[in-house]
């Protein structure tokens, strides 16, 4: 029996309160903190079983430290933003508990994936005999568990991946982001990288793409991104020769996309506006819908996994590993789309292996670096069955 500290009470944080109160053999206490009080309250009404709440600047360490001090929790699950992560990390140091996030830390300032922010922690997570799980959303998450999985199982020698990540669904606004919009439009409008032989390549943004038939939706056309678990995939991976991450959009997102990009709306340098600075792609994120409002609309399904190629008892073999969700069957269930549910559940999945020692050691680690059995077993268990298919 384990208390945790919720902080972000947005629409992964509701997901990851009520998995958390879905399974009260772990998760003796939970305590959702966020920026406003009111956004916990709401999400606190839903859950099944009664939760505390709290308000923090989770950029403030000291006020993270003294949060933790008062509900001494045993692990702290970040589903705030990013640029949380550090001042995150730094409280739970100095407190001695343990970390979770689902997104690599990024500078408000600039918009790029690397890990190297919170690998540089693992020393100091080892000597203080915590541990830090980075990235235990689905992806990063589960694909790198799918990924350890198929190292593990499938394949003698791992040749290629392609992580694929095909949202099918429609919510009716002509143009919305399945996750918070500011974080959403910096990852995809960067350039798009990949990993070959040893070495790094960069492209422009969504300039390569390929049509790939999803399992239970059909071929559609998705876009090459950098996308962080490529950076730790490829050190844990042994023999991997190429890495790529794919995303479907629809040729509508990407008009208003466009549109958007051309007159400067997604800048994240501040811009003079009637005597104060603004940052372009914030007041963005003001106009566009709350992901979290999607749920009620949303109709389809998503699907999600890494196509693997490679050798298995010396025959070449291609396979996929892969969760189907279903938009309104997540909401039915937590109130919640299908992008935010595949998420949070993983949240939960890496934060009950942690509670219960099953996946536990001192420092900074991903998730493809621990057994990806009993993660694979929960998956099936709480929401996220997956399929494998020989291709
Ligand atoms: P939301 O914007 O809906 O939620 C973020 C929450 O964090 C909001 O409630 C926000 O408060 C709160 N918050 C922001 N800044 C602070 C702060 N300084 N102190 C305390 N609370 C703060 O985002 P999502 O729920 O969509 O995403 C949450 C995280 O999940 C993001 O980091 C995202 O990148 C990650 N993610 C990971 C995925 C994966 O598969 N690995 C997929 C999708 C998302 P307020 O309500 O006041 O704005």
């Not at 915590?130 to 190292?151: E, H, K, R, W």
């Not at 106009?287 to 010396?314: A, H, M, V, W």
Request: glycine residues 8%.
């Amino acid at each position: 029996m384990a208390k945790v500290l919720i902080i972000g009470a947005g629409s992964v944080g509701n997901v990851v309160a009520q998995k958390c109160a879905q399974v009260p053999e772990v998760f003796d206490q939970i305590t959702l903190a966020s920026r406003r009080l009111a956004k916990c309250e709401g999400i606190a009404q839903r859950v099944k079983r009664p939760i505390r709440t709290a308000q923090v600047d989770a950029d403030d360490t000291r006020q993270v430290v003294a949060l933790i001090e008062s509900h001494k929790p045993d692990l702290v699950i970040n589903v705030a933003l990013p640029y949380q992560d550090l001042a995150i990390m730094d409280a739970v140091l100095s407190s001695g508990v343990d970390y979770l996030d689902t997104a690599n830390y990024e500078s408000p300032d600039r918009a790029r994936f690397e890990y190297k922010w919170q690998w540089a922690y693992h020393e100091r997570f080892a000597r203080r005999d915590i541990m830090a799980l980075l990235g235990s959303g689905f992806d990063p998450g589960v694909t790198n568990v799918f990924c350890a999985y198929a190292q593990k199982h499938c394949f003698d020698e791992i040749h290629s991946i392609d992580i694929v990540d095909c949202n099918d669904g429609d919510h009716g606004h002509p143009f919305a982001t399945n996750f918070n919009p500011e974080i959403n439009i910096r990852e995809i409008t960067q350039p798009g990288k990949y990993w070959q032989e040893g070495r790094w390549i960069e492209i422009d943004p969504l300039s390569q793409s390929q049509t790939f038939d999803f399992p239970e939706i059909g071929p559609r056309r998705a876009y090459l991104l950098f996308h962080e678990e490529e950076e730790s995939l490829v050190r844990h991976i042994h023999g991997l020769k190429q890495i790529r991450f794919w995303m479907t959009f629809s040729e509508d997102y990407l008009t208003h996309l466009r549109v958007l990009q051309n007159v400067g709306l997604t800048g994240i340098a501040p811009i003079r506006f009637e005597g104060r600075d603004i940052v372009p792609l914030r007041f963005l994120k003001a106009l566009l819908p709350d992901p979290g409002s999607l749920g009620e609309t949303y109709q389809g399904k998503t699907c999600i996994g890494c196509i693997f190629k490679g050798l298995y008892r010396d025959k070449p073999r291609k396979l996929m590993l892969y969760n189907v969700s279903d938009h309104r069957r997540c909401f039915e269930e937590v109130g919640a789309q299908a992008v935010s549910y595949t998420t949070g559940v993983p949240t939960m999945i890496g934060a009950k292996m942690m509670l219960t020692g099953v996946w536990k050691r001192a420092g900074v680690f991903n998730l493809e670096q621990f057994d990806p059995d009993p993660f694979m077993a929960d998956l099936n268990r709480y929401g996220l069955p997956w399929e494998q298919r020989e291709l």
